[in-house]
């Protein structure tokens, strides 16, 4: 097993990090792409803090890019590819990116009404709780997903056993929650993507030699508070981390390139132990204390 530490303080890799990164914002601008598309959900185990880690072990010319657990997308807007297939098994999830794909402005139209107060917070919250929800449009149910979201404690997107939205109302003073710039930049760079709901095995119908195909599952749990794995109703347990190794097996059969993340734990270096197995840090992000955001201990799981 090859473990290679990133090392905060290297200055010749965080040079050739910067070379690397400067690169990708080149490739950006001679696609035109107007502003600077970025997630527009918090989304728990968003991968935003990371990329920089990340880059170095990123393959250099990305033909086809398929990410099947997208989420809030980090990695997709980071590396903006021309061609990209998003997989995610969260409907609520999909629909928003749909949504801001084919009808950005009337969106944006929903989202100015909103209000940030906690009976209105309730309220919208409260939908998914009536036979008539399914009434709604798809436009005003990603409008409600987008208000959640920003208004909501601590950015998280949690749902109980039957599926509805339980966070409670954030308080903050002046969240964004109609960010037409990076809507309408969002929505441009989705021109070019499939976007699939549907569980993570589906990848293995897409992915071919040309594929760069990036997985960021919910994590192994490193200790109870530590886990945080309800982005849906059913719990990615262990069974579904052997599931996702066999994936990731048919994948490298098929000649794709894939990376993966995870925690840093025995049961997932043995798993993957034949496989090329870096250890990056990252803030834990989801703890609402602030001073237990230490640095913590993930992999990166290559077959190149
Ligand atoms: C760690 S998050 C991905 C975060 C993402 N990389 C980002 O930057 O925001 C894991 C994602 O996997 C999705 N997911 C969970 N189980 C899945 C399954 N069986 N198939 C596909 N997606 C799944 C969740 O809905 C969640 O969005």
């Known amino acids: 097993m090859e473990l290679t530490e990133f090392v905060d303080d290297n200055k010749e890799k965080r040079t050739q990090n910067s070379v690397l990164i400067e690169k990708r914002i080149k490739n950006r601008k001679f696609k035109k792409i107007v502003g600077n598309p970025h997630p527009f959900l918090k989304w728990a185990g968003g991968k935003r803090q990371l990329i920089e880690q990340y880059d170095e072990y990123l393959p250099n010319d990305i033909e086809e890019y398929i990410e099947p657990f997208v989420g809030g997308g980090a990695m997709f807007f980071y590396l903006l590819p021309d061609f990209a297939i998003l997989i995610d098994n969260n409907p609520v999830l999909i629909n928003t990116y749909n949504v801001i794909k084919n009808n950005v402005n009337e969106l944006l139209k929903l989202l100015e009404k909103h209000e940030n107060n906690s009976e209105y917070y309730y309220n919208i919250r409260s939908l998914d709780r009536h036979p008539d929800f399914d009434k709604l449009s798809d436009i005003e149910k990603a409008s409600r997903t ?16 039957k599926g509805q939205f339980n966070v409670p109302f954030g308080r903050y003073k002046n969240p964004i929650f109609c960010d037409k710039e990076n809507l309408l930049a969002v929505h441009q760079s989705l021109q070019n ?3 699939i709901c549907d569980s993570f095995e589906k990848v293995t119908e897409f992915a071919t030699e040309n594929s760069f195909i ?29 599931k996702l190794k066999k994936v990731f097996e048919t994948l490298d059969k098929k000649g794709s390139k894939v990376m993966l993340s995870n925690s840093y734990c025995e049961f997932i270096l043995d798993l993957y132990e034949k496989y090329k197995i870096k250890i990056v840090y990252a803030t834990r992000a989801i703890n609402s204390n602030a001073s237990k955001r230490g640095k913590i201990k993930e992999i990166l799981i290559l077959n190149y």
Not at 147 to 158: A, D, I, P
Not at 221 to 238: L, M, N
């Open 146 to 161: 987008i208000y959640l979201n920003r208004c909501c404690y601590n950015g998280l997107y949690r749902v109980n056993k």
């Open 193 to 195: 993507v499939e976007l």
């Open 214 to 242: 990036y997985m960021d599952p919910p994590y192994v749990p490193i200790s109870d508070t530590a886990s945080f794995t309800s982005y849906t109703k059913e719990d990615f347990g262990k069974e579904q981390q052997i």
